[in-house]
């Protein structure tokens, strides 16, 4: 376990060049053994998610080249094997799942391990894709360590779809399945976040027939094969909000640079309602405050300020702990709802240490009363990425030596990112303990 040690205070200055979003990565890392022909990246994270699912290409015999100080993976998946009763998956990561395509189009055999839940947000269900892999024509049996799944036939069937919500990863194995099955295939209730669609794109450079990107409705037409590619990726939005966050909590002046500011526009109205200006100029993005944060009253008499998050095109829901951490500092109440996970705002305790004032009203929503004098603390973060980067944005804006227990789940996203914090004026710095 990592824990982070926290100088608090110092208003943050400089500028930050974002990495690519992992959750674009790691469906393109998947994605590549679709193909036989070599697969060039750029962009590519040091983080711990990869060095996992590189790992597990090692095991299948594929060719790889990682340079992190490039951001350069060439990866070829040429002769390979893989034996579903032995061989195992990564755990403790949602993307895990995603390899089961690619493994099933090789070998027509692949598994689901047990634990492929990833952050502990609350039920995260494997069923939507034990489906989607059914309606493909996979047999799908439990065993006692996972569940093993088989494809009697050459060839996955094409088919048409309506999932029961717009789910980020069921819609990129639905996607990945289609890509190489027999027919046409179409998919309702589709996912449309920007990392599906740059995840869909990178698939439509290897060959990939595919319709209806950014929308409800995908439809995809199968080929024989795919193709090589090189590829670059895109910033990651998680860290462009991260670091304006960071930016406007401790006072200071951040710049983010920013290809996609059309993404951004409920975004920045999220960041004003904290009384946070964002401004998107020449390329960079910034936050301006004009004094300490304070919440925006809504017209409407006696209602809260309110952040809704949800499935894309709303708040993205990996973002409410951000806004969380800027709702704690900023006078005012603000109910943050998560409508997707049920288990993900249980971590007000650790904000009360701070001397911040959370309430959880029910499993979807909490309400922040901020504003209120905070000190420093030694809180614990539960195994869920953004949150640790919250509790550790709280500390950053107290003077004092804060302690963020078990922050290991950062590393799983974001790489060095104690060093960008500290190069805009931080004092952080890993300890690790038993
Ligand atoms: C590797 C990856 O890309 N992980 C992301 C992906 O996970 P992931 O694809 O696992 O998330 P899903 O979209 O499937 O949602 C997770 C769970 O939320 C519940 N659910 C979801 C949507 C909904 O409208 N109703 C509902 O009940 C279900 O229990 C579901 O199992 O998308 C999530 C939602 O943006 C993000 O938090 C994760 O970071
Ligand atoms: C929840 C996340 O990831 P995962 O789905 O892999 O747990 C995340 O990226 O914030």
Request: aromatic share 8%.
């Amino acid at each position: 376990m990592s824990n982070l040690i926290v100088h608090g205070g110092t208003p943050l200055k400089g500028r930050i060049i974002p990495s690519a979003n992992k959750n674009a990565v790691l469906p393109v890392l998947c994605a590549t053994l679709l193909t036989r022909e070599p697969v060039r990246l750029r962009g590519v994270p040091e983080i711990t998610d990869v060095r996992k699912i590189l790992e597990v290409f090692r095991s299948l015999g594929s060719l790889v080249s990682m340079d992190y100080e490039t951001g350069v993976l060439d990866v070829h998946h040429k002769d390979t094997h893989f034996d579903a009763a032995k061989d195992r998956l990564p755990e403790e990561m949602r993307s895990s799942i995603m390899l089961v395509p690619g493994l099933l189009a090789r070998f027509g055999a692949a598994r689901i391990e047990d634990d492929v839940t990833g952050c502990t947000l609350g039920v995260r269900e494997i069923d939507p894709h034990v489906e989607v892999f059914q309606r493909f024509g996979a047999q799908v049996e439990r065993q006692s360590d996972g569940l093993v799944l088989q494809v009697p036939q050459a060839k996955l069937r094409a088919n048409n779809h309506w999932t029961d919500y717009a789910s980020v990863t069921t819609t990129e194995n639905f996607v990945l399945c289609a890509a190489l099955a027999e027919g046409r295939s179409t998919l309702m209730n589709a996912a449309s976040e920007p990392h599906v669609q740059e995840f869909c794109q990178f698939l439509q450079l290897l060959g990939a027939k595919i319709e209806g990107l950014g929308t409800s409705r995908l439809a995809i037409t199968g080929v024989d094969r795919l193709g090589g590619a090189e590829f670059s990726f895109a910033e990651d939005f998680h860290e462009i909000v991260t670091f304006l966050a960071l930016g406007a909590i401790t006072g200071g002046q951040v710049e983010v640079r920013n290809s996609t500011p059309e993404q951004f526009p409920l975004l920045d109205r999220t960041f004003a309602k904290f009384g946070v200006e964002i401004v998107h100029e020449n390329g960079w993005s910034r936050a301006v405050t004009h004094g300490p944060l304070k919440v925006k009253e809504p017209f409407t008499r006696n209602i809260l300020q309110k952040v809704e998050a949800a499935p894309w095109p709303y708040v993205p829901v990996d973002l409410l702990p951000i806004f969380v951490a800027l709702g704690i500092k900023a006078e005012g109440s603000v109910m943050f709802w998560n409508k997707i996970y049920d288990g993900a705002m249980g971590w007000t305790a650790e904000l009360s240490k701070f001397g911040g004032h959370a309430f959880l009203s029910d499993p979807h929503r909490m309400v922040t009363f901020g504003g209120k004098p905070l000190n420093p603390a030694e809180v614990e973060s539960p195994y869920i990425i953004r949150v640790a980067i919250a509790l550790l944005m709280v500390a950053a804006s107290i003077p004092g030596k804060s302690v963020i227990r078990n922050a290991t789940p950062i590393r799983r996203a974001h790489p060095h990112f104690v060093e960008n914090i500290c190069s805009l004026g931080a004092r952080i710095e890993w300890v690790d303990s038993e």
